[in-house]
């Protein structure tokens, strides 16, 4: 593509960017375990002190807030997830889970998931094949053995992809990919129109905690929604998916959501879905495997 002039683009090279990577088959089951009516699927980023390495950068106070993600905002989420009862799926870039190993062991300990979140928050779409293929090969190395249990899921960092990653995560053998947005519902992923096998659990930026309270400088953003209205948009995501028997995910991340003025979200929101007495709350791995096949779970 020429981006000053994109209009000049053939339809060839057009078509081949679109059909890339596709959206193929729906995923969505006709039925969810135990007679739930729908799937409630939390996932938390553990970014920590990757969200500024990641971008090449090593600022002390940077990495403090990150630190405060480990330190304070995992506890808090472990606790509120052990007081419902309900499990969930970590996504940790490597060097995050490297800086302090044992940090990880409270979340497997809880049963819940562990996923690839890249090496170092590093934005993909940037690497080169075999660079993008050694760095997902490491990640997924590393996280196995600090936790002794193989990551069966991948999340690009940032939701950055390159032409390479679906191959990649498909070549590597994960069950499940979780950085696209085309469906609220699960689907198969295609690159270049043919099946990969692997399960696309969609994410959105809708359903994502840092587009409204996350404060940066650079680029510079400001927390811009109340968390009581954060609480409200989560909410109706999560009704509408009750009402219509479908997925509700959301992606939150320990060093915005685990705040004193801000964790009340996911304790209200466990309480409100468990209120409806059917719903089922999987892991990123479980929800994968439902989907693909109901009658093996």
Not at 89 to 99: E, K, Q, R, W
Not at 249 to 271: A, K, N, T
């Amino acid at each position: 593509m020429n981006p000053d002039r994109p209009w000049d683009t053939p339809e060839a090279e057009w078509r081949a960017d679109v059909n890339r990577v596709r959206a193929g088959k729906p995923l969505k089951p006709a039925r969810w375990p135990g007679g739930a009516r729908c799937a409630f699927a939390l996932s938390f980023d553990c970014d920590h002190e990757t969200f500024e390495l990641g971008t090449g950068q090593a600022a002390i106070g940077r990495m403090a807030w990150g630190e405060f993600g480990r330190r304070t905002g995992v506890p808090r989420i472990l606790e509120t997830l052990a007081r419902h009862d309900v499990n969930a799926s970590f996504f940790v870039p490597a060097v995050a889970g490297l800086i302090a190993p044992d940090a990880l062991k409270p979340i497997t300990a809880a049963g819940h998931e562990i996923g690839v979140h890249g090496w170092i928050h590093e934005n993909t779409s940037l690497l080169t094949r075999d660079v993008e293929e050694d760095l997902m090969l490491r990640a997924r190395d590393a996280l196995r053995d600090m936790t002794g249990q193989e990551p069966v899921g991948h999340r690009a960092a940032n939701w950055d992809l390159s032409a390479h990653t679906i191959d990649l995560v498909a070549k590597l053998g994960f069950a499940y990919d979780s950085s696209m947005m085309a469906d609220d519902s699960c689907y198969e992923l295609l690159s270049y129109g043919a099946p990969t096998g692997l399960v696309e659990i969609p994410v959105d930026w809708v359903r994502d905690d840092a587009v409204y309270l996350l404060f940066n400088r650079n680029p510079a953003t400001r927390p811009w929604t109340p968390p009581d209205a954060v609480f409200d948009i989560f909410r109706r995501e999560f009704d509408g998916a009750y009402d219509e028997g479908g997925l509700c995910q959301l992606v939150m991340h320990p060093f915005v959501i685990g705040y004193r003025s801000r964790i009340w979200i996911l304790d209200q929101l466990i309480e409100h879905a468990r209120a409806k007495g059917d719903v089922w709350f999987p892991t990123h791995a479980e929800l994968a495997a439902w989907v693909t096949n109901p009658a093996a779970y």
